[in-house]
């Protein structure tokens, strides 16, 4: 899945790096919840989004606890990079506290947007050479039956991100 779009040159690392950190927040929240991600990688984590959203190239960013062997999501974070009139700048938090999550792993899935794919082949790997977090290609987890919460999101200066919240059954 990739979306296009089309950052502002007033759209700053500095503002990338306040969307990245209310997406830090929730990641603290869940960590404090359920013991993972590990505090240790959300910085990274956010320095990846705001890299690739300040440049344009973020279309979705996923975080969460799959069943690996399965490779389907008990609880799933989705971050949609936005522009324009549906942005909010809301607080972080609103997440699931009592999830029964023995048996799931922490993961994270990203997709690239449209503006990504027309770089070069080179331009790609420079891209991703400067990101801090190493990803490794994979499918996408799914999403069965469920509940999806959405509305909130972060933004700043015209740039940012929509997010849902999706309970498996």
């Given at each position: 899945?990739?979306?296009?779009?089309?950052?502002?040159?007033?759209?700053?690392?500095?503002?990338?790096?306040?969307?990245?950190?209310?997406?830090?927040?929730?990641?603290?929240?869940?960590?404090?919840?359920?013991?993972?991600?590990?505090l240790d990688s959300i910085d990274d984590y956010v320095e990846e989004v705001a890299l690739l959203l300040r440049d344009g190239y973020l279309?979705?960013?996923?975080?969460?606890?799959?069943?690996?062997?399965?490779?389907?999501?008990?609880?799933?974070?989705?971050?949609?990079?936005?522009?324009?009139?549906?942005?909010?700048?809301?607080?972080?938090?609103s997440l699931p506290r009592a999830a029964e999550l023995a048996g799931y792993g922490f993961h994270s899935y990203l997709t690239y947007s449209t503006a990504y794919w027309t770089l070069t082949t080179a331009e790609q790997a420079d891209v991703k050479e400067d990101l801090p977090v190493k990803r490794t290609t994979g499918h996408a987890p799914t999403a069965l039956s469920g509940t999806t919460t959405t509305g909130n999101g972060y933004a700043r200066n015209g740039a940012g991100v929509c997010r849902d919240v999706y309970l498996a059954h």
């Amino acid at each position: 899945m990739t979306g296009s779009s089309t950052r502002s040159s007033s759209f700053t690392l500095t503002d990338a790096r306040y969307v990245g950190a209310k997406i830090g927040a929730d990641l603290r929240l869940l960590n404090g919840y359920y013991g993972a991600p590990a505090l240790d990688s959300i910085d990274d984590y956010v320095e990846e989004v705001a890299l690739l959203l300040r440049d344009g190239y973020l279309d979705t960013v996923d975080y969460g606890f799959r069943e690996k062997a399965t490779n389907v999501w008990k609880l799933r974070l989705r971050y949609k990079a936005t522009l324009g009139g549906q942005l909010t700048d809301g607080r972080p938090g609103s997440l699931p506290r009592a999830a029964e999550l023995a048996g799931y792993g922490f993961h994270s899935y990203l997709t690239y947007s449209t503006a990504y794919w027309t770089l070069t082949t080179a331009e790609q790997a420079d891209v991703k050479e400067d990101l801090p977090v190493k990803r490794t290609t994979g499918h996408a987890p799914t999403a069965l039956s469920g509940t999806t919460t959405t509305g909130n999101g972060y933004a700043r200066n015209g740039a940012g991100v929509c997010r849902d919240v999706y309970l498996a059954h």
